[in-house]
């Protein structure tokens, strides 16, 4: 919990909705653990070297309009292409899950996490419901985000 805590006291994580406390942060562990048995998905934690280097996540929390994949990575591990292959990896969960497609909340000022939308193949849906007006939505789909049969 401390790795999350100081991602979210730093820099990094000035484009997302930040937990007040710890015990708002304890709150969103525990609504991620109980996803996993409420809707059969959720998040998924990053670890290179046996460190703790940040999570993946299928959420659909209430105000949310769609569900989202999302990622945060910590301090050190950005550049190496970890998220890429975590949301990669989470993708090709969705899509054998029988998933049609997912977005991506960004703040529109994020462009790494712009960046590493597209190269994960998702569009820019302009026309998509997003729940925070600074927010651009990205749509994913297993066409364009490696489903293994699109590279056949």
Do not use: C
Request: charged share 25%; no cysteine; proline share 5%.
């Amino acid at each position: 919990m401390e790795a999350f805590w100081a991602f979210y006291q730093s820099g990094r994580a000035k484009f997302m909705d930040r937990p007040k406390s710890k015990t708002h942060l304890w709150y969103g562990f525990a609504s991620e653990v109980g996803s996993w048995d409420l809707l059969g998905y959720g998040a998924w934690a990053l670890e290179v070297e046996g460190e703790l280097a940040g999570q993946v996540a299928i959420t659909h929390p209430p105000h949310f309009p769609e569900r989202e994949i999302g990622w945060i990575l910590f301090d050190g591990f950005e550049g190496r292409g970890f998220a890429q292959e975590a949301a990669t990896l989470a993708l090709h969960w969705a899509w054998e899950q029988g998933f049609e497609n997912l977005v991506s909340y960004i703040e529109k000022d994020n462009a790494r996490s712009v960046a590493l939308a597209r190269r994960l193949g998702a569009q820019h849906d302009p026309h998509a419901q997003t729940y925070d007006d600074a927010d651009v939505v990205y749509r994913h789909v297993p066409d364009t985000d490696g489903n293994p049969e699109a590279y056949a």
